[in-house]
């Protein structure tokens, strides 16, 4: 069990660009979560899966964001247009099933918009 | 909605003194809260959780939390303060096994030698 893993730990980008981030969860877990964390303050739920069904979206996701996991396993978050206050730590979290209360967090991808 | 609130953004104790960490919450059923720890440039650990049975939950670490259903309360305690412990805090609440978590603001606990 290697443990939640994201890729890239650290991405600068300049106003206007798209970026995407990826998440590999731990093998065999079925749900899979994105928050966001700002300095200072807690993490902010984004969105969930459940396998490849996206099952809810927080109304901070807005139309510039969008996230996939086709296959099931591992996901994809995009930020089309990125704006300056998408300046944030992006965490990835997954747990075993919807019966299970323990999400398990990645090291997260922190993201500067210039 | 769910809320949930930490009190105090910022604690410092001496090393080997009690940690006591506040943490309040508001949710319309009954809730699965949980403490997590981040240490700095990492992502989020768990320290404990209540779901059920028990209302005094022991973790990693030393650390314990008591769930009080009438003051809404779910605050984490460490009997002896390690030089180790010094990392951010967030008390987080969910409404069901496996939804989204609503995390506090956290705490960051500074430990003095």
């Known amino acids: 069990d290697t443990g939640v893993s994201q890729d890239p730990r650290h991405k600068i980008t300049k106003r206007g660009q798209n970026v995407t981030f990826r998440c590999d969860p731990i093998?065999?877990?079925?749900?899979l979560y994105w928050y966001r964390q700002t300095l200072g303050q807690g993490p902010e739920f984004l969105t969930y899966f459940q396998n490849e069904a996206q099952l809810e979206k927080s109304r901070l996701l807005s139309d510039r964001f969008s996230a996939e996991r086709p296959k099931g396993s591992f996901s994809t978050l995009e930020i089309q247009r990125t704006e300056q206050g998408d300046s944030a730590m992006y965490l990835c979290?997954?747990?075993?099933?919807?019966?299970?209360?323990?999400?398990?967090f990645g090291p997260g991808t922190r993201l500067t918009v210039t | 909605a769910q809320s949930v609130t930490q009190l105090g953004s910022h604690v410092s104790v001496s090393e080997g003194a009690l940690v006591l960490l506040r943490c309040n919450y508001s949710?319309?059923?009954?809730?699965?809260l949980f403490w997590y720890v981040q240490y700095p440039n990492q992502g989020l650990q768990l320290l404990l959780k209540?779901?059920?049975?028990?209302?005094l939950v022991k973790g990693i670490n030393g650390f314990e939390a008591e769930f009080k259903k009438s003051e809404t309360s779910f605050h984490l305690t460490k009997p002896s303060a390690h030089m180790s412990d010094a990392a951010e805090y967030f008390c987080?609440?969910?409404?069901?096994?496996?939804?989204?978590?609503?995390f506090g603001g956290g705490t960051r606990v500074l430990v003095k030698p």
């Open positions: 979290a997954s747990s075993l099933d919807g019966t299970r209360d323990e999400q398990y």
């Open positions: 093998s065999e877990h079925n749900r």
């Open positions: 987080a609440v969910s409404k069901a096994a496996g939804n989204k978590l609503t």
């Open positions: 209540y779901t059920t049975g028990a209302t």
């Open positions: 949710s319309s059923v009954p809730p699965y």
